[in-house]
């Protein structure tokens, strides 16, 4: 039974409820004017009666459930129509008769639409921490280090039949030489990259490194056609004007997607390489059928290399985008709404589980270290969250092997278009 489709169901039962409720109408004759004047057909008819009498036949119990998540709120003081759309959506997970997400939104919804804009955040406030309590059904994962392996297997067909036809996909990283976490990221990509067959070259930027010498090479690989694609790895040196050196790559060869002239192609919606990281989010949604069309995204973080292309691209897939950060107030209550929420804020395990909408996909690109404990954490409290979401990405596994292979995958596109 379509989603979209039941809501004119769950109007109608809503609306049944509140005629005994309110009005003290029988509920037989409840239930058949308010399918009758919706004009219902089976099964949703079914579905409408079937709740009304769900609920009623275990209304103190659901009452109890709701005043006991309500902070404060006793039941007879919430609206008559609030309370007729909170009972509905309680039996309906309760009974399993629906996901917890799509309950909760379609309660939302209709509290919208019958009742006020503030009654539909008192709504989700309840529903939520209601969904908290069902017995756990843990997250799926989103396997990125699965994926990137996929992904360079598909790359060394590509590189194979692009050598066949004389030509050598070439990558050229400019990484700072005395920057230890540089050079371990860029050795990695480096083998990966050689792995599938791209050779690669490095330029070791140092305190010595004038900015001209810096403009000047990357402007030499620009104009070297036997090169595909250079990526300047950033933090460059503190004496380095890295914004100029981006700008001296443009978008022809800015296989990470982060030079200005990348970044204002997507925004404009013009073709161009798009951000590794962000890409890989999105290939990771792909991979996993996880459609956002429609969807509340919430993107914590602004970072021109994640936050922000990452709303971008979650925009040109028809998501609603919401752009926070570690300043903006009412955090925890924005990210409650999200079905899709991506943590990419650099803070560790900021987002905890009752920031998360029961069902939401959850895409953690946080990496940061925490004294006293062994690897890598994200930015998303993954225990927690594991709970409460219905797909997940783990850190680490989930969104750092996918910006590798996205790098990589934008070499190789750029080598075919040449």
Request: aromatic letters at 4%.
């Amino acid at each position: 039974m379509p989603v979209r489709s039941k809501r004119k169901a769950r109007i109608a039962a809503m609306k049944a409820l509140y005629a005994v409720d309110v009005g003290g109408q029988a509920p037989d004759d409840a239930i058949h004017e308010a399918i009758t004047a919706a004009d219902l057909a089976e099964p949703y008819a079914q579905f409408a009666a079937d709740a009304v009498r769900g609920v009623l036949t275990c209304r103190e119990e659901l009452q109890a459930v709701i005043e006991s998540h309500s902070q404060g709120f006793t039941f007879d003081r919430m609206a008559a129509v609030d309370r007729c759309i909170l009972l509905l959506a309680a039996w309906e997970m309760q009974a399993r008769r629906e996901d917890p997400a799509i309950a909760i939104n379609e309660a939302i919804e209709i509290a919208k639409a019958y009742s006020t804009e503030d009654s539909g955040r008192f709504v989700n406030g309840i529903l939520g921490t209601i969904a908290r309590q069902l017995p756990s059904n843990e997250a799926r994962i989103l396997d990125g280090k699965q994926l990137s392996k996929q992904v360079r297997e598909e790359l060394k067909v590509r590189v194979a039949a692009l050598q066949e036809r004389g030509i050598q996909p070439r990558l050229e990283v400019l990484v700072a030489a005395e920057d230890p976490g540089s050079q371990t990221y860029v050795k990695m990509k480096r083998k990966w990259a050689e792995e599938v067959g791209i050779l690669t070259g490095t330029f070791e930027v140092g305190t010595t490194t004038a900015q001209d010498e810096l403009v000047g090479r990357i402007r030499a690989l620009n104009e070297d056609d036997s090169v595909h694609g250079i990526l300047v790895q950033h933090p460059l040196p503190a004496h380095l004007d890295e914004e100029a050196a981006l700008e001296a790559l443009g978008h022809r060869k800015d296989v990470d997607g982060i030079s200005p002239q990348s970044l204002g192609r997507l925004v404009a919606g013009m073709p161009g390489f798009r951000a590794a990281t962000p890409l890989g989010m999105m290939r990771l949604l792909d991979e996993y059928g996880l459609d956002v069309t429609g969807k509340r995204a919430v993107v914590i973080g602004r970072s021109v290399i994640l936050g922000k292309p990452a709303a971008l691209m979650l925009l040109e897939r028809h998501a609603t985008v919401t752009i926070c950060h570690s300043r903006t107030q009412g955090l925890r209550e924005i990210c409650r709404f999200a079905d899709v929420l991506l943590a990419a804020v650099g803070r560790a395990e900021m987002v905890r589980g009752d920031w998360i909408k029961p069902g939401a996909v959850v895409l953690d690109a946080g990496y940061n270290r925490v004294e006293g404990r062994k690897g890598d954490v994200g930015d998303v409290a993954f225990d927690e969250a594991r709970e409460v979401a219905g797909w997940i990405t783990p850190v680490p596994g989930g969104v750092g092997p996918m910006t590798v292979a996205m790098l990589l995958s934008n070499v190789v596109d750029a080598a075919e278009a040449s």
